[in-house]
Structures are given as structure tokens and as C-alpha cells.
């Protein structure tokens, strides 16, 4: 497994109406690094966003989809996606603050 630093996990958070509806129960969804593991996402959400404590992880990968461009047939890249729920008496993550 590649050296991945805690700054490295993180890619970017996901955007869409169904992780807005979820940030009601604290819960928070980023584009992750695909070699991650659950620990790793854990200690990273803990040490960029401070005052935050997670309570659980959960991930998916998600495979590449079919695209086609005339005769020529490729796939887009795979990515992986978590996540994080955090705790009750946590802090929320600033970044989703004005949306």
C-alpha cells in the first residue's frame, strides 16, 4: 500500500441532495483516497476539522462506468466514497456550513 499521509485521505466532499438530507444526523460524505481503510478516514476527519469526534465509517467503492466515444470503448476511473457520522456532542464540519 502506497504511504498515504492523513492530508492525502481526504479528496474532496460530495455535493448532492441525498448527503444534504443526511447532515441532519450528523452524518458527512467525502470522495476519499482508494486505498484508504476506515482508520485512516477516522484519524483524518479528526485531525483537519478540529473539535469533530467520529462515531463510525462506512465506505464503497464505486467502479468506473462504460463510456464510448465512436469505435472506442473506455472506462472512467473508480472511485471511493465514505461516510462519516459523528458523534452527538461533536462540532459540525464548517465546510458544508453554507450550503
Known amino acids: 500500500m502506497a504511504n498515504v499521509q492523513y492530508y492525502d ?3 474532496k466532499p460530495v455535493i448532492t441532495e441525498k448527503s444534504m438530507n443526511i447532515m441532519a444526523n450528523k452524518e458527512y460524505t467525502f470522495l476519499v ?3 484508504a481503510n476506515k482508520t485512516m478516514i477516522k484519524e483524518a476527519v479528526e485531525k483537519m476539522f478540529e473539535g469533530t469526534k467520529v462515531k463510525r465509517v462506512n465506505t464503497m ?3 468506473g462506468k462504460k463510456k464510448r466515444r465512436g469505435m472506442v470503448v473506455g472506462r472512467t476511473a473508480k472511485t471511493k466514497k465514505a461516510i462519516v ?6 462540532k459540525d464540519i464548517e465546510i458544508f456550513a453554507g450550503l
Open 9 to 11: 485521505v481526504i479528496l
Open 85 to 90: 457520522q459523528l458523534t452527538e456532542d461533536s
Open 61 to 63: 467503492n464505486i467502479p
Open 33 to 35: 483516497h482508494p486505498e
